[in-house]
């Protein structure tokens, strides 16, 4: 079986039956504004709700790199909102992304995903804004949710 595939399409509009994560990178900084995160809120308000207060409750919850929270849109569809980008720009200490965070949020997506027996589905997380690249990206998607037997789609928009 094919465990990653990577498809034209919307990532906003998984296509698979049954429970289904739509899977992303969010900053560390409380910001939802740009990228994937459009998309996301045109379609259901509740993810940048959820990461609005959990960024505002963060002294007292998980908020930080490497956390993930599951946002339910639908009775059989969640948004994982994966914290794996520090700030928003590149600077001195290289492009946002973070990678040892991304690897983090996958291997917890993954828990959330076998509980749920969900498929997962995703942009090209971490190579847009955050400035990561597919081919340090894929392998941690492999490890974390293919190597387990997790169908992945990852959608090319447009």
């Given at each position: 079986m094919e465990h990653l595939r990577i498809i034209?399409?919307?990532?906003?509009?998984?296509q698979a039956k049954?429970?289904?994560?739509i899977a992303h990178v969010c900053n560390d900084i409380g910001g939802w504004g740009k990228g994937f995160v459009v998309a996301l809120s045109?379609?259901?308000p509740e993810p940048e709700k959820a990461y609005r207060a959990w960024y505002r409750g963060r002294s007292g919850n998980d908020f930080g790199l490497g956390a993930v929270q599951l946002v339910q849109v639908k009775p059989d569809v969640w948004v994982a909102n994966m914290v794996g980008?520090?700030?928003?720009r590149t600077g001195s200490g290289g492009p946002p992304i973070r990678y040892d965070a991304v690897e983090r949020c996958l291997a917890a997506l993954a828990g959330h995903a076998l509980e749920r027996e969900a498929s997962v589905h995703m942009p090209r997380i971490g190579c847009g804004l955050a400035g990561g690249t597919w081919p340090r990206i894929e392998p941690l998607i492999t490890r974390a949710?293919?190597?387990r037997d997790m169908p992945v789609t990852v959608y090319d928009h447009g």
């Open positions: 034209a399409g919307d990532a906003t509009s998984p049954g429970p289904k994560i045109k379609r259901w980008q520090r700030g928003i949710l293919s190597a």
